[in-house]
C-alpha cells in the first residue's frame, strides 16, 4: 500500500473541525506562544493531555528548556488571538505586545478572557516526522469564561451549531446489536 502525500492529508483533515487553542510558555527571560489544532486528551490517570510542534518552530526549544507549559482555550470572538500566535518568525515580545497577559507564580504568560487554562509539566517528547508529539502531565485547571468555543473547519474559524438531537430508537439498535 502507498502512502499518501502530506497535501493529501491536509486536504483530508480541512473535513474535521480542530479545537483552536494558544500554547504559552517562557525560558531564560522569553515567552513565546503559539496556536496550535492538534489538542487533545490523552489520559485520565494520569491526567494527560497532547499537541503538535513543528521541528522547526522557536517554541518546540522553549518547552523543552522550560519544561512547563499553558494551553489556553479560544473563545469564538478570539480569533485575533489565533491569529497573533500563528504568525511564524516574530520574536516572542512582538506576540504579546497587543495582547492582554500576565505571568503566572511559576512565571508563564497567561491570556485573558480565554474559555479555560490548562497548566502542565512536560511529561514526554515524541519525534514524528517533521513534528514532535509533546505531552503534557495537567497540574492545574481553571475553567474560566462562559462562552462558546472556537474551532477551526475547511481553512476558516467558527464556533460550534446547534445541538444535535440524538434517535434514541437508533441507540437502542445499537445498543442491542452491540454495535457503537
Known sequence: MNSVSGSELR??????????????SAAA???RGITIGSFTSVSLDPALVSFNLSIDTPML???????????HFL???????????AVPNVSGEEQFADVLVHRSPAGLPILEGV???????VHALHPS????????????IEELDPGDPLVYFNRGYRSVGELVE???ASDSRRASTGTS
Do not use: N, W, Y
Not at 13 to 24: C, D, F, I
Not at 61 to 70: D, G
Not at 75 to 85: G, M, P, Y
Not at 129 to 140: A, F, N, P, S
Open 29 to 31: 527571560g522569553e515567552m
Open 129 to 140: 516526522g517533521d513534528h514532535v508529539l509533546v505531552v503534557g502531565r495537567v497540574l492545574e
Open 115 to 121: 474559555l479555560a487554562r490548562v497548566h502542565c509539566d
Open 75 to 85: 473563545k469564538k470572538d478570539q480569533a485575533h488571538l489565533s491569529e497573533t500566535f
Open 166 to 168: 440524538v434517535d434514541v
Open 61 to 71: 526549544p522553549m518547552i523543552q528548556q522550560a519544561s512547563r507549559f499553558v494551553v
Open 11 to 24: 486536504h483530508a483533515m480541512r473535513r474535521l473541525p480542530s479545537p483552536v487553542t494558544v500554547v504559552t
